[in-house]
């Protein structure tokens, strides 16, 4: 009895590391495969794209623009609202 949970248990963490190995030669294929994008100029381009959008602040910009007569307009509505 004693013997078929250890077995169990021992069955159970060799499957867990096998497929941590497994994980992680799958992520340095994916790495190495990005690195070789990379050389050749196919993700050069998607980079620069991030890279833009992360400094950008028009983003920023038109969502107060757009929020702020909103908000001015709820708050109008809540006003009044309590004056009645």
């Known amino acids: 009895m004693i ?3 250890v077995k169990l248990a021992i069955g159970a963490g060799t499957h867990i590391m096998t497929n941590r190995q497994k994980r992680k030669m799958l992520e340095s294929d994916a790495a190495m495969l990005h690195a070789q994008k990379m050389a050749s100029g196919e993700i050069e381009y998607q980079q620069v794209v991030r ?3 992360d400094k950008g602040w028009k983003d920023e910009f038109v969502l107060v623009v757009l929020t702020l007569p909103i908000t001015c307009v709820a708050s ?3 006003i009044s609202m309590e004056c009645l």
């Open 3 to 5: 013997f078929d949970v």
């Open 51 to 53: 890279q833009s959008n």
């Open 76 to 78: 109008c509505a809540i």
